[in-house]
């Protein structure tokens, strides 16, 4: 077996054994993250495009959520380059299945790129396979798996960097690498627009500084390097040019959320100390751990230990010499931690000194990133410099695996709470065929509850898209009319709206049934009664009928 066919092997079954392992049992059933909204939104994606493809609608706008009005499905994180990609398995074993692939897939295929980047660059394996790992298994990629599939889906970060130093090597011609580096921007962009926006401005820092820290015959290397990546960029608008048009220009550009820079700004600790996500950060260092952005453990995803960080500081400051390979890395991890601490430097939860993104907080694409995301970019750059520090050979060869593999052991994910195996909540009534004996094809279905927790995006592409829905989860934007709604907004917050303003939102959308999730009843069922209909309890929902709707 090939060296590298081995290597995929030991990332699969290492991933199989963590965040796959509940999964794998029940692929139809049990999702690998914690099965509620932001999950059931992607299992939503991976049906939807491939059926408006199939069915010559527009697959940019959809009809089906926030209906009758419809939402702009290019503004969201909708990957549709892993739902066209993953159409066939989609359409054979469901939407559960599929997200289950692409979950188990995220980490051994960014395992696997990075390993390849790191064996180009230190020219050894075993190392390669430490750099591989240390990048596919970080913390942030177990953080992001929790729910946001279109964050752990970063394996083309490192095959950007592999075919730029191919080009610099005069490996590839000008239009192989062209075309090759335009097509990775289109793919990138059907993942994650946000991912794309933070290669294109860390990779522009690491060209232009590149540029003063080479020779002068490699500087124009590097020059013509800027030129034919601009040339990409531009060749990869023309392609994406639809899509683009509709995430950034129809129905208004994104206006974004200049807070998030403090909201979701890395916290200083949390580089050093985990969360409960790990299994070292469970009991020990919870209390501090739930002061980072604001306890949402799945943005708290800088965590690399302080073994890995000591390593790293090592390569960078004992490890004798200063070569190309280990400035750039610096320059990488520093830009990249820097920009993720986002506006304000946060320690323990507590706001200090403003810090250079707060001067760009309030720009377009700026204030639509979340920065600690941009931690994906110091974890690459760790994993590259441990690789490197482990590939130096003489003495002491055998204390550096140690303490790497102490680091490693120290970001080893939490398995004991649900984390990474919860089935997403599907009442047998839209799991089964039973829906079709009570809705008609084409009605308009209220769903309840109606908030942070809800999965009906998942009934809804479980059933092909039956039935429309007044509501969704696209983005965190909730568009107009609704949004200008007072009704919406109590829906939203699982508050009940008087019987008054229900019966209103229920003639203005169109609604023909109301759903309530058994599970989650709450007084749903009383406001129901207070408006005159009447349900019946059938494979876990309660089913409202709407006289003349």
Not at 101 to 127: D, G, I, K, N, Q
Not at 380 to 397: C, Y
Not at 421 to 446: E, K, Q
Request: aromatic share 10%; proline share 6%; net charge positive.
């Amino acid at each position: 077996m090939p060296t590298a066919a081995r290597v995929l092997l030991l990332y699969t079954v290492l991933t199989l054994l963590t965040i796959g392992r509940f999964a794998i049992a029940h692929p139809a059933s049990v999702c690998s993250c914690v099965g509620t909204q932001d999950p059931a939104a992607y299992m939503w994606a991976l049906t939807w495009w491939p059926h408006a493809i199939l069915h010559g609608i527009n697959p940019f706008v959809t009809h089906y959520l926030w209906s009758p009005t419809g939402v702009n499905v290019a503004q969201g994180a909708m990957i549709p380059t892993a739902a066209i990609a993953m159409a066939p398995i989609t359409a054979l074993a469901g939407p559960i299945v599929s997200y289950n692939v692409l979950s188990v897939a995220s980490p051994v295929l960014a395992a696997m790129t990075s390993y390849l980047l790191c064996r180009r660059l230190t020219r050894r394996e075993f190392p390669a396979v430490a750099g591989g790992y240390l990048f596919g298994f970080s913390m942030y990629e177990f953080a992001q798996l929790q729910g946001h599939l279109n964050l752990t889906l970063v394996f083309l970060i490192p095959v950007m960097v592999h075919i730029a130093l191919r080009r610099v090597d005069r490996e590839i011609s000008r239009r192989s690498y062209v075309v090759a580096m335009a097509a990775l921007f289109v793919l990138q962009a059907g993942l994650s627009t946000e991912l794309l926006a933070d290669c294109v401005g860390l990779g522009a820092v690491l060209l232009l500084v590149s540029r003063f820290l080479t020779r002068a015959t490699v500087r124009r290397r590097v020059d013509g390097l800027i030129v034919e990546t601009l040339g990409a960029g531009l060749l990869a608008i023309v392609v994406a040019s639809p899509f683009l048009y509709y995430a950034l220009f129809n129905g208004g550009v994104p206006k974004g959320a200049p807070a998030l820079s403090d909201v979701y700004g890395l916290d200083l600790l949390n580089l050093f100390f985990p969360t409960y996500a790990t299994w070292l950060g469970h009991t020990d260092f919870l209390a501090l751990s739930l002061r980072y952005n604001g306890g949402n453990v799945a943005e708290a995803d800088g965590y690399l230990g302080i073994p890995l960080v000591v390593c790293f500081l090592v390569w960078v400051f004992r490890a004798g010499g200063g070569g190309l390979l280990r400035k750039l890395v610096v320059v990488a991890a520093a830009v990249s931690v820097l920009a993720a601490l986002g506006s304000h430097l946060h320690v323990a939860g507590q706001q200090t000194v403003a810090l250079p993104f707060d001067w760009v907080r309030s720009l377009p694409v700026f204030n639509n990133i979340v920065p600690s995301r941009i931690v994906v970019f110091t974890a690459l750059a760790v994993s590259v410099g441990v690789a490197a520090w482990l590939a130096i050979p003489g003495r002491g060869a055998l204390v550096r695996w140690l303490a790497v593999a102490l680091g490693a052991l120290v970001i080893l994910p939490n398995l004991m709470r649900p984390l990474y195996g919860v089935p997403p909540h599907s009442p047998s009534f839209f799991s089964t065929s039973t829906y079709r004996r009570y809705l008609a094809r084409g009605d308009t279905v209220l769903a309840l509850p109606y908030g942070a927790d809800d999965v009906s995006m998942l009934w809804q592409a479980e059933t092909d898209f039956y039935f429309y829905m007044p509501e969704g989860y696209v983005s965190g934007a909730v568009p107009s009319p609704f949004n200008a709604q007072l009704t919406t907004g109590q829906l939203l917050a699982d508050t009940l709206p008087s019987p008054q303003a229900m019966a209103a939102f229920i003639r203005e959308h169109f609604v023909t049934h109301v759903v309530i999730d058994v599970a989650h009843a709450g007084q749903w069922p009383d406001l129901m009664s207070r408006l005159g209909l009447h349900g019946r309890s059938i494979g876990g929902v309660l089913l409202y009928a709407v006289p003349g709707a």
